[in-house]
Each structure stands twice: as C-alpha cells, then as structure tokens.
C-alpha cells in the first residue's frame, strides 16, 4: 500500500495467474486426491508451488486441522442485504488478500496456514461495565450468526463480492455494556512475529489497530464475520473474527481480532501511524476524493478485466450517511 511502488491494482493483468492456468492446477489437485496419493508436503510442493494450499481450502481451512466451528455453518442469509453485482468467485478471495502481518504481497494465503485458531481469546476491556475474556467458540455460542452478502472496496482500487457470515458488532457491544463515557471502539489484530512473519519487519507499528466511533460500531451494517462462502472464514481472510464495515475502504476491516477496547480516545489505527496523510481514521469510500497517488473513481473487480464506478459510500450510503451529516466541514471524512 505504502512502501512499494507497485501495488495490487497496480501490477498488469498478465501477472495475475490465468485463468486457464488455474483451473489446470485445480484439475490436477483433483485428480491427485482421487488418486487417493498420500501428499507429504514435499511431494506436490515441487510439481505446483500452491497446490497445499488449495487442498487445505477443499477441507474447510486448516492445514492438519478441522475448524472446530465448521459445525456452525452455513447459517441462514439476511436478505436485507442484496448485491448488485455477482458474487466473487470463492478462490479469488482467498488466493488475492492483504494481510501484511504475513507480508505485503497478495499471496500470502499459504504462509497464512501458520495462524493457531486454537485457543484464541477475546479480550472485552476499557470502558465497559464488565470487562472479560471470552474464547471464541463460547463468544460464537452466545452471538446470532447470520450470512450477509457484501460488497469490500480496497483502498488500491480493487474490489470483491463475498458472503460473510457472522455476527451483527452491535451484538458485542451489547455483551460488553460500553459505559456512556466510551466514544471510541479501539479494535487489535494478534501479535505473534513466529507465527507471522511480516511482525519481524519493525517499520510496521504492529500489532494492527483499527478504531470506530461508537455510533459506526452500533450501525446496522457493521459486521464481524467468522464464516466465509458458508464455511468458517479461512485464516488468510482473518479468522476466526474480522470486522467487515463496507461502506469504508478495505484497510478498516481489520483481521484476527484479539481485543475489543472501548476508550474516550480517538484510536491511531495502523496506517495512519503510518501514512496519515493517505489513510485516514474515518476513510468512508468517495469515488470523488481521490488517494494522493491514484485516482478513487472506479474498481477493478476481482477475478475480472472489468472496472466499475466506485460509489459513494461504497453503495451503502441508505444506511450510513446520516452518520456522518454536517461533519464534512470539520472533518477529513473519505480518506
Ligand atoms: N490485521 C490486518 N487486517 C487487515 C489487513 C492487514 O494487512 N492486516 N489488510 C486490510 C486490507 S488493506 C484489506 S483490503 C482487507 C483485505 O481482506 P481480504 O484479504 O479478506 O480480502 O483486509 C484488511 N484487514
Ligand atoms: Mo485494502
């Protein structure tokens, strides 16, 4: 995003992989599974540098391990929100992600398999009237997971179409009963440089933080998604809890959530420590404000040639906009 020149939406086509050249790879895979072959890591490792990883996604997300949420999905669809585009195809979001915490490539979804699932705590603290930690699948016991189809608009200019399933933010604040002093939810990604080697790089101000006011972490639409494609969400895309907040550039959903902080302090999230004068703390999507290096008009859909007008909003201005009425004098609103 920052420290490179080319970048995603950057790079020419012809260095995404074929599509002719996948579905070859994907055949080749199958085969080698009804083959029953017993595949040691090594032995298709040479053949078809990404093959393991595509077996692992087949199982349902781990290398070795079931997902001990597997059993909870798929859940039932909100048909409140509805797509006007087509569903991007499952392998383009779970091959093509940004997860710096892995490095800053787009392919980081092999190194990802490295991510322990297992235990994983959440922190509830700050400003609430009972902190707590919860593990996860008690967190997920005790929240109403639903399938929302959504639309994710990158920052670099690309975007996708995924069904998130999940839970409704609004749900966790109510757990946590915030105190009315709280302005601010201050949300943090793990910490774990043996598990994710992108940490060692210590220009980055790790862990990643990303931060909503109350009123957006309350708003219909913000979502933590711990499922994708009706299956657990796979740890490249942030399992087992990413927020998804569609209506802002990708950047502010953050993944692999460990803590969830309610504070009267604007949280500083990771790259506007960064580079605040690109990305900013609120980055509402405007195809009319452009990013200092590029234009926002228009996205490139993932999986496609295709480029597309950027909304307002992202398109979801119906249940946003009214948060943020007669700020745009006092405030940066969409970067
Ligand atoms: N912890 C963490 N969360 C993150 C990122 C990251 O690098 N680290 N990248 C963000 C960016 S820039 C985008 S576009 C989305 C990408 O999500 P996806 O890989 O599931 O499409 O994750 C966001 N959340
Ligand atoms: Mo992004």
Same mark, same amino acid.
């Given at each position: 995003?920052? *420290?490179?020149?080319?970048?995603?939406?950057?790079?020419?086509? &012809?260095?995404?992989?074929?599509? $002719? *050249?996948?579905?070859?790879?994907?055949?080749?895979?199958?085969?080698?599974?009804?083959? &029953?072959?017993?595949?040691?890591?090594?032995?298709?490792?040479? /053949?078809?540098?990404?093959?393991? $990883?595509?077996?692992?996604?087949?199982?349902?997300?781990?290398?070795? =391990?079931?997902?001990?949420?597997?059993?909870?999905?798929?859940?039932? !669809?909100?048909?409140?929100?509805?797509?006007? !585009?087509?569903?991007?195809?499952?392998?383009?979001?779970?091959?093509?992600?940004?997860?710096?915490?892995?490095?800053?490539?787009?392919?980081?979804?092999?190194?990802?398999?490295? *991510?322990?699932?297992?235990?994983?705590?959440?922190?509830? &603290?700050? #400003?609430?009237?009972?902190?707590?930690?919860?593990?996860?699948?008690?967190?997920?016991?005790?929240?109403?997971?639903?399938?929302?189809?959504? !639309?994710?608009?990158?920052?670099?200019? %690309?975007?996708?179409?995924?069904? %998130? $399933?999940?839970?409704?933010?609004?749900?966790?604040?109510?757990?946590?009963?915030?105190?009315?002093?709280?302005?601010?939810?201050?949300?943090?990604?793990?910490?774990?440089?043996?598990?994710?080697?992108?940490?060692? /790089?210590?220009?980055?101000?790790?862990?990643?933080?990303?931060?909503?006011? #109350?009123? =957006?972490?309350?708003?219909?639409?913000?979502?933590?998604?711990?499922?994708?494609?009706?299956?657990?969400?796979?740890?490249?895309?942030?399992?087992?809890?990413?927020?998804?907040?569609?209506?802002?550039?990708?950047?502010?959903? *953050?993944?692999?959530?460990?803590?969830?902080?309610?504070?009267?302090?604007?949280?500083?999230?990771?790259?506007? =420590?960064?580079?605040?004068?690109?990305?900013?703390?609120? /980055?509402?999507?405007?195809?009319?404000?452009?990013?200092?290096? %590029? $234009?926002?008009?228009? =996205?490139?859909?993932?999986?496609?040639?295709?480029?597309?007008?950027?909304?307002?909003?992202?398109?979801?201005?119906?249940?946003?906009?009214?948060?943020?009425?007669?700020?745009?004098?006092?405030?940066?609103?969409?970067?």
């Amino acid at each position: 995003m920052l *420290l490179r020149i080319k970048k995603g939406w950057e790079l020419p086509e &012809s260095a995404a992989t074929p599509e $002719s *050249l996948y579905l070859r790879r994907r055949d080749f895979i199958k085969t080698a599974a009804a083959g &029953s072959l017993l595949l040691g890591a090594g032995g298709l490792l040479g /053949a078809c540098d990404d093959a393991p $990883s595509q077996t692992a996604m087949a199982e349902g997300g781990a290398v070795g =391990e079931a997902d001990p949420s597997a059993h909870l999905y798929p859940v039932e !669809r909100n048909l409140r929100y509805r797509l006007d !585009r087509d569903l991007t195809d499952e392998r383009d979001a779970t091959t093509y992600n940004n997860f710096y915490e892995f490095g800053s490539s787009k392919t980081i979804h092999e190194k990802a398999q490295q *991510l322990p699932l297992r235990p994983w705590n959440v922190a509830i &603290s700050g #400003m609430v009237e009972k902190p707590m930690t919860l593990d996860i699948d008690d967190l997920l016991s005790k929240m109403p997971l639903e399938e929302r189809l959504y !639309r994710h608009r990158c920052v670099e200019a %690309w975007s996708m179409a995924v069904p %998130w $399933s999940g839970f409704p933010l609004r749900a966790l604040v109510d757990l946590a009963q915030p105190l009315s002093s709280a302005k601010y939810l201050k949300m943090v990604t793990f910490q774990d440089s043996d598990v994710a080697p992108g940490q060692k /790089a210590a220009w980055y101000p790790w862990p990643y933080v990303e931060g909503l006011t #109350m009123a =957006e972490a309350r708003n219909d639409l913000a979502f933590i998604a711990t499922g994708l494609y009706g299956k657990p969400i796979p740890k490249q895309n942030g399992a087992p809890l990413r927020l998804a907040v569609p209506w802002k550039y990708g950047f502010k959903s *953050l993944k692999s959530i460990v803590l969830f902080e309610f504070t009267d302090k604007k949280p500083l999230s990771f790259w506007e =420590e960064i580079q605040g004068s690109e990305y900013g703390f609120w /980055a509402n999507v405007n195809p009319e404000v452009s990013h200092p290096r %590029w $234009s926002q008009a228009s =996205e490139r859909v993932l999986g496609t040639d295709e480029r597309v007008p950027t909304l307002l909003y992202n398109g979801y201005g119906e249940f946003v906009a009214d948060l943020y009425s007669g700020m745009e004098k006092s405030e940066r609103l969409f970067m």
